[in-house]
């Protein structure tokens, strides 16, 4: 996992007719409905998942190149939607990105699909991996360009290191969602983790 917000996304499946988006729907939702009934995601064969669907395997195969963009675009759909930066500041983005993610981590303490897909996707090195490139490096991605605009607007210390400091900002909120899952997630933990943080490294 990695910092939470936006970030550009996987192009989605091409879309020519008015009702294929409804396709599409119809595909994630068959997918969450075999998930709900317990069925693993190594028994999710394509087949299968038109069956539930209701559509041809060719609808399924015209919109993802297999089973493992259908599951993380199934992660994203389970997932709060990322967020938009307001763009007013450094800390105004990073609070909205770490928000986000407190928000993902709520929902994968309260979602019995989240949490059983997330531990099945651990155990898929192909699915990991996809979910890895499409989803958290983009959202890595976002938060160290705001943390690069912030040093560039003379709102960090020109010296700090960006990388660290995205680890440093995700690292509290992911402590408690996978090291702590039962440690409180509050409204304000995001506020306070980037206050926390950027009152020791403004430039003086």
């Given at each position: 996992m990695s910092l939470a917000g936006t970030g550009p996304r996987r192009d989605g499946p091409a879309r020519g007719r008015p009702r294929s988006e409804a396709v599409e729907r119809a595909i994630v939702e068959g997918v969450m409905k075999l998930l709900e009934d317990g069925v693993p995601l190594a028994e999710l064969s394509i087949e299968r998942i038109a069956r539930t669907a209701g559509?041809?395997?060719?609808a399924i195969y015209r919109r993802w190149t297999g089973k493992e963009q259908l599951f993380?675009?199934?992660?994203?759909a389970a997932e709060p939607p990322d967020p938009e930066l307001p763009g007013t500041s450094m800390r105004d983005d990073l609070v909205v990105l770490l928000e986000s993610l407190r928000l993902r981590g709520l929902a994968g303490r309260t979602s019995a699909i989240l949490h059983n897909v997330r531990a099945q996707m651990k155990s898929s090195p192909r699915l990991w991996t996809a979910y890895h490139d499409t989803v958290i490096q983009p959202r890595r991605r976002v938060g160290l360009d705001v943390l690069r605009r912030g040093r560039d607007n003379g709102e960090l210390r020109a010296d700090v290191d960006l990388e660290l400091l995205n680890d440093m900002v995700v690292g509290p909120v992911l402590v408690r969602t996978v090291l702590r899952p039962d440690a409180e997630l509050p409204a304000d933990l995001a506020e306070r983790v980037v206050d926390t943080l950027l009152q020791g490294l403004r430039p003086s």
């Open positions: 559509v041809g395997k060719a993380v675009d199934v992660m994203r």
